[in-house]
């Protein structure tokens, strides 16, 4: 099973200068939840904009660039070769950003764990389109507002039925 996990505002913005555009805490937990254990794949963008190796999973960064090394992670030149290495360790692999790296996986994943953030806000990055033709919505749980989370929330889940 490759899942994609996002968190997107209303427009689906997920990014703004390499930064993530809220603090979701409820958010990370659920993240870490999903992905702990099980191999997980981003592009050199997010990997820089997190600033480390998350730990626990296996990290699998994407990059044209060659010759560059860090403690922890594993770098490949491409989609395809992070998708065999993911599925060599195991068979859930998880698809973390950013949004070059969803745009050209959305087609090939089986699950989308969606957060979604009720909020309106400036970005510079985005996730494509759900077509609703292709996934349905088989999950909802939604969250409001706390002294920690300072917006509305819903954890969505969506499955594929319909293969492109
Ligand atoms: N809200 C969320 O859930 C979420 C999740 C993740 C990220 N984000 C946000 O998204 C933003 C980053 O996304 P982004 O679209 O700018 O970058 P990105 O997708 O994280 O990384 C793009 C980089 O990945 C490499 N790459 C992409 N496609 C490739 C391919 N086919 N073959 C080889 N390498 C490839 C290239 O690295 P090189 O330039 O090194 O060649 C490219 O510059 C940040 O703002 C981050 O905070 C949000």
């Not at 491409?78 to 950003?97: P, R, T, V, Y």
Request: proline content about 2%.
């Amino acid at each position: 099973m490759t899942t994609i996990v996002v968190a997107m505002g209303e427009k689906n913005e997920i990014g703004f200068d390499n930064k993530l555009l809220w603090h979701l805490p409820t958010d990370l937990k659920h993240f870490k939840d999903l992905t702990s254990g099980h191999p997980i794949i981003m592009g050199r963008k997010t990997y820089e904009s997190i600033g480390k190796a998350l730990p626990n999973r296996t990290n699998i960064v994407i990059s044209r660039k060659k010759n560059w090394f860090e403690e922890g992670i594993l770098i490949v030149g491409s989609i395809k070769e992070a998708l065999k290495f993911a599925k060599k360790i195991d068979e859930n692999i998880f698809i973390i950003g950013g949004g070059k790296i969803y745009e050209q996986t959305i087609d090939m994943a089986d699950k989308l764990e969606v957060t979604l953030v009720k909020a309106d806000l400036e970005a510079d990055t985005f996730f494509p389109k759900i077509d609703m033709a292709i996934w349905k919505k088989t999950e909802e749980t939604c969250h409001e507002k706390d002294e920690k989370n300072q917006y509305d929330f819903c954890f969505q889940t969506f499955e594929r039925i319909k293969t492109q």
